[in-house]
């Protein structure tokens, strides 16, 4: 007996919050780390500087790996990298959680950073495949970009709870059932769409220069805080890593099936919504790394208090997501949803830079919050649906993978920016006799007005560079001359 309609419906609906459980497993790993680094220093005995590796050794592999585990998404089948993500990512949990040495616990790190980048890669290629219609998959990516956008922050609240009351331990342990029920739920409920086979795209020397050019770009990046912009190793690293992704480009350009087929970049809207992107994370770190630092070291907060500090903007993000994302953007438009999302991301940004030392939460703190809240509750959703516009099952999981890594590089680059300039602003003032409190939010206060004026940039790029998408357009078969003859694939975007 074939299932109706509404129950086939209903395991769709069922199968993105399959996803979206484990996306949010692995975004959570992201920040949940951070709020217990104090107790694993003390614990493992970790000097200072040997301490942000537990931090690296994830982002290294994970910002290295998106753009090529999306690919293999597209080639063996995105449900089959998906599982064997979550394969990886859950057995490293348990190599952390069990880590009794700093050695340990950085190769676990590493490995959980390989699977974060399998499993998250291809998320959003399944979310376009499942949910072709324009009001559903605007209404889907609203709620992934909920778990993408507020992930962060709930992963503070998180990891202030297990920490305090348990031990760091459990912020690795929490993974195992999290992930287990989440790979149990997909093979019931993800469809297992073939992949395009090896043949179309197995270039095994581009993505040797992919990954390479990567992670040795996010290694560089991550070190500037310890070596500087100008230093020799800055240079050198940075130097090899574009010369590994210019001669991946070169690469891609003359081969017949390329890993990454530079085609994507002729729309205007891949290219823009990804560059705009980067940007926009790169301004919100501001938000969400300083702003943390501003509550524990400023106003006294401990980790747990921190979390709660997040929770209304999270609960702002989530309610316009998930109830009123899709309804603008099917009344408005993708493009004309997101640009007023980013003014109000820049002025929240604005406002943080008023914060003074003597602040209080209700009159300082939340009303930006709320502000940058409401942005990326209406942002991101909108954003993730210009980016993903058109995608086609054949290259809809490098289409997510592509996504991912502007995300997670302009993440990189935008925190070690902004962490340096705020740094120096501090350092000089104090050299100049001012009291350290007074200093240091002063380096939060140019952080956050750099990170507004990345925000600024990527307004522009939407009024400027983006094109609004039209939904039935969008979803249409290609018309004559447009990839839709024989032996030619359909192109990934259609626009406006």
């Not at 050794?57 to 994970?62: D, V």
């Not at 070169?250 to 560059?275: D, E, H, K, T």
């Not at 609960?315 to 099917?330: A, D, K, N, Q």
């Not at 009159?363 to 809240?373: S, T």
Request: glycine share 12%.
């Amino acid at each position: 007996m074939n299932p109706q309609p509404d129950q086939l419906d209903r395991k769709r609906w069922l199968a993105l919050y399959v996803l979206c459980a484990g996306v949010l497993m692995i975004v959570l790993d992201i920040t949940i780390v951070n709020v217990a680094l104090p107790s694993i220093q003390d614990d493992l005995g970790f000097s200072q500087s040997n301490l942000a590796w537990v931090v690296n050794a994830y982002l290294i592999p994970f910002g290295g790996l998106l753009l090529l585990a999306g690919r293999l998404g597209d080639l063996l089948g995105q449900r089959r990298v998906f599982l064997a993500g979550l394969a990886v990512f859950v057995s490293a949990s348990l190599l952390c959680a069990l880590s009794q040495s700093q050695e340990m616990l950085i190769a676990a790190r590493f490995i959980q950073g390989i699977g974060g980048a399998l499993t998250s890669a291809v998320v959003l290629g399944m979310i376009v495949t499942m949910f072709p219609k324009p009001s559903e998959q605007a209404k889907a990516i609203g709620v992934y970009g909920f778990v993408a956008s507020a992930g962060g922050s709930i992963g503070l609240l998180a990891g202030g709870v297990l920490t305090e009351a348990i031990s760091w331990h459990w912020i690795f342990f929490i993974n195992l059932p999290v992930g287990i029920a989440t790979a149990v739920a997909t093979r019931r409920l993800v469809p297992d769409h073939k992949g395009i086979g090896l043949a179309e795209g197995a270039d095994v020397p581009g993505a040797l220069l992919i990954t390479a050019s990567l992670m040795l770009g996010t290694y560089t990046i991550l070190e500037v805080s310890e070596v500087g912009w100008l230093a020799a190793q800055t240079l050198i690293l940075g130097a090899i890593s574009l010369a590994l992704g210019a001669a991946f480009i070169a690469r891609q350009a003359r081969i017949p099936n390329p890993l990454m087929p530079l085609r994507l970049f002729r729309s205007r809207n891949v290219s823009g919504a990804n560059a705009l992107q980067a940007l926009l994370v790169a301004g919100m770190f501001a938000m969400f790394f300083l702003g943390a630092l501003y509550l524990q070291e400023i106003l006294g907060y401990d980790p747990l208090q921190v979390g709660l500090a997040f929770l209304p903007a999270t609960l702002v993000m989530g309610t316009l997501s998930l109830g009123f994302s899709e309804r603008l953007i099917m009344r408005f438009g993708a493009r004309r949803t997101l640009m007023p999302g980013l003014a109000l991301i820049g002025a929240g940004l604005l406002l943080f830079a008023r914060t003074p030392v003597d602040g209080t939460f209700v009159a300082d703190v939340l009303p930006p919050m709320l502000v940058i809240g409401v942005g990326i509750g209406t942002s991101f959703p909108a954003l993730m649906t210009v980016a993903m516009s058109g995608a086609t099952p054949q290259d809809s999981g490098l289409a997510s993978g592509l996504v991912n890594t502007s995300a997670q590089v302009g993440g990189a680059i935008g925190l070690a920016v902004l962490a340096t300039l705020a740094t120096g602003r501090t350092d000089d003032l104090e050299a100049a006799g001012a009291a350290h409190e007074a200093a240091l939010n002063s380096g939060f206060h140019l952080a956050y007005l750099v990170g507004a004026g990345l925000v600024a940039i990527a307004l522009a790029i939407a009024v400027v560079v983006l094109r609004e998408v039209d939904p039935a357009a969008a979803h249409a078969a290609p018309q004559e001359g447009e990839g839709a003859a024989a032996g030619e694939r359909e192109p990934i975007y259609s626009e406006a």
